[in-house]
């Protein structure tokens, strides 16, 4: 079943309203809203009980679960890289029938790689180089291919990981740090489902970092085969949780 979302207060959140509340990344177009019907799940941490439920169904428009009120919610962690305070937004999943990969996915997935991710599913993450480019001039006026703006930090942040991994046994080694390769794998989720780092975390999809590690790997089309090859060598791949604590 997908994520239900409670937002208190909002009698009908438009896209400012998801804007407002980090929800924005989700999708602003193929949501449904249903007023609370009765006190919603912030009344239990002091609040009005008073909001309404968006989610975002896997094909076409959809009632309310039945029962939502009784499933297991959770209040949004704060966001201090967008100044977001907790509580924001309530997370709700059912708890006989928890989310997986089908309820969350968007329409027109980007190639990649299946991964085995810690809550037992597999998940499809995006290959970096095979998200869209575009052709323009650099700096010094020269034609290259460059991956288009939305996808730049992801596409950035595999770069970097590749490198590290190039670098290994160099004493020009380089490093990439745990936050760094958290986010990787988070802007490569959100590429290809409905998810950002409360639903991910939530989830508990990355609880792992030899997780993270296979999640990086699948971004640069390295495979699961080097978490298996690390084991066997002297100076194994780095694992993240070998990378410079972030």
Known sequence: MHPVFYIPGESSPGIEGLVAVGL??????GHCIAACPCDGPDVAAGGT???SFVWWPARGVTPLPEGVLAW???PAKPDPDRNLPAGRFWLGRDPVSPAVPADVARRHPFAGADVLLDDGQLWHVPIARALPHKLTLDEEGRRVRKVQKHYARYFDLALQFHE????IGSPMRRDLH???ALVLAELGLALNYRVNRDVIDWLELLADEDTLFRVACAAIELGDWIALDQKKTADPIPAISKFCPG
């Open 24 to 29: 924005a990344e989700l999708g602003l177009t």
């Open 49 to 51: 009980g008073r909001g």
């Open 72 to 74: 297991e919610w959770s």
């Open 164 to 167: 590290a991994i190039c670098s």
């Open 178 to 180: 745990v936050a760094d």
